[in-house]
């Protein structure tokens, strides 16, 4: 029951002698009215025609079928189907944003530092000491620290260089 899904073509607009598409105005970069706005996506398209094929082949009845034998999963321990079933039920978990224990990072003052304190956090998740999301978090903070050190620096430099240059 395979049904393909055909597009309409768009109508093209030619140039008098209809030799060719004339997309745009003559002597312009004005598009032409009718002007199709170009072929578009065609991987969108096809998983658009995917996604009409699985609509039509899927009826409302396999899928409380198959909503069945997951909850049946489910009741017998497979985390997997548990995990799947509350997602598509209530919704993905959130990551809590839980207080982070057990790391210590230096201070940081110089780009060295930050190095130091990225491998501080690598170290940490590599552990189980903080959570992936956590490290991410810690991670985009260290490298707003080092930025702003690099940013710091660069002024004082060009003040000494501006300071020199009006010597």
């Known amino acids: 029951m395979k ?7 768009k109508q093209k607009v030619t140039n008098a002698a209809n030799v060719r598409p004339q997309w745009h105005e003559p002597n312009s970069n004005k598009f032409a009215k009718g002007n199709p706005g170009g072929p578009g996506n065609p991987h969108t398209q096809r998983i658009h025609e995917y996604n009409a094929a699985i609509r039509e082949a899927v009826s409302s009845g396999d899928i409380a079928e198959v909503m069945r034998v997951m909850v049946r999963r489910a009741k017998r321990g497979d985390q997997f189907a548990s995990k799947l079933l509350l997602d598509r039920c209530i919704g993905k978990s959130r990551p809590m944003d839980l207080p982070i224990t057990g790391l210590q990072l230096p201070e940081m003052a110089t780009a060295a530092d930050t190095v130091k304190a990225t491998n501080a956090i690598v ?17 985009s903070l260290v ?7 690099e940013t710091h620096q660069l002024a004082e430099r060009l003040a000494q260089l501006e300071q020199e240059i009006g010597r």
């Not at 998740?125 to 991670?139: C, H, K, M, V």
């Not at 490298?143 to 050190?149: C, V």
């Open 123 to 139: 170290r940490a998740t590599r552990d189980g000491t903080i959570t992936t999301e956590q490290a991410a978090a810690l991670a």
């Open 143 to 149: 490298e707003l620290t080092r930025r702003s050190i």
């Open 3 to 9: 049904k393909k899904i055909k597009m309409k073509p």
